[in-house]
């Protein structure tokens, strides 16, 4: 199924229903994810930056509720964005020697960002690489119709590692007819 399979499958089913709705999901693409980090910049704009504080505030504390002898964990940030609230707890941690092996903290755009590439282009690879079928990747969790994909350090490592101007080249060119069937 393509995105524009799943997309008018949302639509179609979001909209026939006696509550109509939409997941935000949809509205999202490199050039929202970018106002909206300028949005959160903003002063008025307070509430990430009492988020970011509090964690970086209260991290050692957070990270003693952790038991090192637990490892590996798993650590998930949902709306992380780029990732950098996460940061202060993942370094605390990190001197208490918890192995944080599979943290699912990057975005779609935040992964692209990391890469250098656009988020259509980094999905594309990531198709071609099937990066999205191997758990150790990805966790997609959900909440009602809202689903939020994050990726694991692994997952950069792997695209890291194998992307090439070449691969990129095909990926595109391949997602790209895939969207013209």
């Known amino acids: 199924m393509t995105d524009r399979d799943r997309l008018t ?3 179609l089913q979001g909209l026939t229903r006696p509550q109509k709705a939409l997941s935000s999901a949809w509205f999202y693409d490199d050039e929202g994810s970018r106002l909206f980090q300028q949005i959160m910049a903003l002063p008025e704009y307070y509430l990430t930056r009492l988020e970011h504080e509090l964690l970086r505030s209260r991290a050692d504390e957070l990270s003693r509720w952790i038991d090192p002898r637990c490892s590996p964990i798993d650590l998930i940030e949902l ?8 940061l202060s707890l993942c370094q605390a941690l990190a001197q208490r020697e918890v192995d944080l092996q599979k943290k699912y903290h990057w975005s ?3 992964l692209a960002e990391k890469l250098e590439l656009n988020v ?6 990531r198709d071609l690489l099937r990066i999205d079928e191997d758990p150790a990747n990805v966790m997609v969790f959900e909440f009602g119709s809202q689903k939020h994909p994050r990726y694991s350090d692994n997952a950069y490592r792997v695209l890291r590692d194998a992307i090439t101007p070449e691969l990129v080249e095909q990926a595109w060119r391949e997602h790209q ?3 013209r069937r």
């Not at 992380?80 to 996460?86: C, F, M, Q, Y």
């Open 177 to 179: 007819e895939r969207r």
């Open 79 to 86: 709306g992380s964005g780029d990732g950098a609230k996460t």
């Open 9 to 11: 499958e949302h639509v």
């Open 108 to 110: 779609p755009r935040a």
């Open 120 to 125: 259509n282009k980094a999905k594309a690879v």
